[in-house]
């Protein structure tokens, strides 16, 4: 039984180095994306002012809105100009499930840093507490010391990592549901006018 404890030591303070190093990963991607984030808020909002829907009453006025539509590379305009530009309820279906998957895409890396934070912070946490309490028992006080500034630095990065991932990901999440009920009412407009045709 002593071996089989002496391993379990062993592989868990082995496997500080790897966690460290992934959580300083976490960390940078988290500011990246912190600032990606803040790039995204702005382009949502500029387009949300160039967009208009009100003029859409049915689908006689899709020719307009289509003209109306922002010519830059945002996600939405991009997609609604496929479903307007669409000859059949197909190429609309796809260009919705496309913006679907782009969407989950844009969204994977703050669920992965809203679960994986604290995760790999809570393993930061707890691998340095074991060579802390046999410095504790050792009287090495600057031995637990040590570990211990370890074990608390790894926690704080872990949980900003999930906090930025966390309010990155409820935010896309509005966004998306928003752009995905104007999808979904212009691509029943487009299949009115397409039964109409």
Known sequence: ?????????????????????????????????????????????????????????????????????????????????HVVEADNMAHVEKALADFELAASRDMSLPKTLSKMGPMLGLMGTLIPMGPALVGLSSGDIASMAYNMQVAFATTVVGLFSAAVGFVVLQCKQRWYQRDLATLDFVAQLQEQKILAA
């Not at 071996?3 to 940078?28: E, K, Q």
């Not at 006025?61 to 305009?77: E, N």
């Open 1 to 81: 039984m002593h071996y089989i404890t002496d391993a379990l030591y062993w592989i868990s303070t082995g496997l500080l180095v790897p966690v460290v190093v992934l959580l300083i990963w976490f960390f940078l991607r988290a500011l990246l994306l912190l600032g990606g984030w803040f790039g995204s808020w702005i382009d949502v909002r500029r387009l949300q002012g160039k967009l208009d829907l009100a003029p859409l009453k049915d689908h006689t006025t899709l020719d307009a809105f289509a003209a109306s539509l922002p010519q830059d590379r945002s996600p939405l305009a991009s997609a609604l100009r």
